[in-house]
């Protein structure tokens, strides 16, 4: 469709001025905040002491124990106060928050830490190729170091975690799994809950301007890529969930929850089928970036 001339200049115009603007700043298209990012959602049980306290578009998990809880991803610092009164309106005390983990050092994951730290006395553990990242406020990452919009405070890590390193409080165990390539500590967690084999991924996705090949900020990044699929397809999954709702199809998964019917979240085909999906579209755009395609 063609725009009358007075609408085609300006949208010309104002493509430009955006496109001028990311180069000047360094923003990438990551940068940009979804609108679902800070919209409330229905807190939520999973399974067993698993439940879910995120926004509709940013996951955040609470596992609740006899001795305090572990809260999974603080996502923005917009998104303390939905998450401390998801946990609430579930019954449980935020304050009861012992242990606070993040799938990786992105700010949509992190930012929101700091407070948390300081609200709860929670004991940050964070992946030790992730911790420089975590304490730098984001100023090191490999490719939003240089965008502003990227950056969130810089958190002191109480304890770094390395690869298959247990996190024990109350009777529930979660194992760390090493899956770099998004960033250089993403983490995959999985945990035994009621019966079932849990996996949140941590994120296998290759971001728009991710540089694959001759990288010099992050040389083995399709190296760690390639080693992170190998990883989830070792892993037995369950129970699908992920650093975004959108990983899993938790929107519809959460409108098939009934008292008496199965568990929608139970779902091993959909966690094949989605690793499958993403190994993927990592291989194309590797060979896309390699020049044989």
Known sequence: MLFPNPIR?????????????????????FAQNDPDWTKPFAPHLVI?????????GLASYLFVTPQGNILINSSLEASVP?????????????????????SHAHFDHCAGSAQIK?????????????VPVIEGGGVTDFIYGDSPKSLYPATKVDHSLHDGELVELGGTTLMAHLTPGHTKGCTTWTVKVAGQNVVIVGSPNVNPGYQLVNNTNYPQIAQDYESTFRVLKSLPCDVFLGAHGVFYSMESKFARISKDGPNPFIDAGGYAAYVADRERAFRDEWKKQSGNR
């Open 82 to 102: 939905l998450i401390r009164e998801s946990i609430e309106k579930l019954g449980f005390k935020f304050s009861d928050t012992k242990i606070l983990l993040i």
């Open 9 to 29: 200049r300006l949208v010309l115009v104002n493509l430009f001025t955006t496109c001028l603007l990311a180069l000047t700043l360094g923003t990438p298209v």
């Open 118 to 130: 300081k609200l709860t006395g929670a004991k940050y553990m964070v992946m030790d190729a992730d």
């Open 48 to 56: 067993g002491n698993l439940y879910y306290v995120g926004s509709k």
